[in-house]
């Protein structure tokens, strides 16, 4: 996964290397142009063997979303794949289910993609065009009312007109999606972005201003606990949660200054996961931080309540390390390639997004009522 700027940074190389995002930590491809936005993921074969970024699972039904707009859709837990209709070709980042068969997507170029069948098909909510078009009439209407800080989030957006190499397209990612229940959620991404909806992504509002990030940081992920509280976590060790009295995040600080991959939360508390195996768990909601000795150097890509009282890390290199009762277990999965994204599949199993594309691996000791709680 996945530096600090500005919405539009001024040295090319920074901003070339924060589009990046997932490609930057991942190794990933890169855009490939505004043509993306116009024309429909290929159906081929070769969509089965791409790489893959992220996946969820609900029930029997997986979906995992990749390179090219390939989605990928499992409706037997895992032993057969289809590939879905989607309406762009612009790499995919991020899937998330946020109700019965609803589910959505975020890619680079500003893209935002539900379905409402389980996966199969998908419609454009955002894309590069439109984000920028309401972040431009969003802040200028805020200028013109006088509100602070509006005329500087105007310029930046102009700035990043300029320097997209397709006019009127946006190209940064969105990284992570969550809708609650009550239909109030965020999409959050590269360089700052940040969306709310009050409406289950009905209509969205531009949040940059109120997410206690004036220097823009890379967002990666957002989480809900248990007690209602929605947290939103980011590089240089960024971690918010939302004041609903205020209207806006507030910050939460953290022992750590490295970027935070992901956020995950289950009865025992809120745990943060970035680079080098580093994880962090608060039980007093966030007042303060304990780290978690997983004994691995390497990433942590997914989280998740693997049985009661335990919880399962995968890593980037395809470790999956179960922390029970203060002590961790490396139950080790089946080798094959990077892991970018997991989820718990039931009894035993695991789903996996990677570079060796969606597949199910055989974890022992995984539960039937694994619950999802962390990133993909």
């Not at 068969?101 to 975020?106: K, M, P, Q």
């Not at 999606?177 to 109030?184: P, T």
């Not at 390639?337 to 022992?364: N, S």
């Amino acid at each position: 996964m996945n530096i600090s700027i500005s919405i539009a940074s001024g040295p090319g190389r920074r901003a070339l290397a924060a589009v990046l995002t997932v490609a930057a930590c991942l190794g990933l491809p890169l855009p490939s142009g505004a043509e993306v936005l116009d024309k429909p993921a290929e159906r081929t074969p070769a969509a089965f063997k791409r790489a893959m970024t992220g996946i969820a699972v609900q029930g029997n039904t997986a979906v995992s979303v990749g390179v090219r707009g390939t989605i990928l859709v499992s409706r037997d837990a895992g032993k057969t794949w289809k590939q879905a209709d989607v309406p762009v070709t612009s790499d995919l980042t991020n899937v998330r289910f946020t109700g019965p068969n609803t589910a959505w997507a975020t890619g680079h170029d500003g893209v935002v993609l539900r379905s409402s069948d389980g996966g199969q098909a998908w419609v454009r909510v955002l894309d590069g065009r439109s984000l920028l078009a309401m972040l431009d009439k969003h802040y200028r209407a805020q200028l013109a009312a006088g509100v602070p800080d509006a005329a500087a989030i105007v310029d930046e957006v102009k700035r990043a007109a300029a320097l997209s190499a397709t006019p009127g397209v946006l190209p940064y990612p969105f990284l992570d999606i969550r809708i609650g229940a009550d239909g109030e959620g965020f999409v959050a991404g590269a360089f700052g972005l940040l969306l709310r909806t009050g409406d289950g992504g009905k209509t969205w509002e531009p949040w940059l201003e109120k997410a206690g990030n004036d220097r823009r940081m890379h967002l990666y992920a957002l989480e809900q606990t248990i007690d209602g509280n929605v947290y939103l976590a980011g590089e240089q060790g960024l971690l918010r949660r939302l004041d609903r009295a205020a209207g806006r995040f507030a910050e939460v600080e953290t022992p750590y200054t490295g970027t935070w991959f992901g956020l995950a939360s289950n009865e025992a508390g809120l745990f943060a996961f970035g680079l080098r195996g580093n994880v962090f768990v608060s039980n007093d909601g966030a007042a303060s931080w304990e780290p978690l000795a997983l004994g691995t150097q390497a990433t942590v890509v997914g989280a998740f309540a693997c049985a009661p009282g335990e919880l399962a890390f995968v890593t980037q290199s395809g470790q999956m390390l179960v922390h029970r009762g203060g002590k961790t277990v490396d139950a080790r999965l089946a080798r094959n390639g990077e892991v970018y994204g997991a989820a718990p599949a039931g009894t035993g199993q695991v789903a996996l997004a990677g570079t060796a594309g969606a597949r199910m691996a055989q974890v022992p000791g995984c539960g039937a009522d694994a619950a999802r709680m962390g990133k993909n």
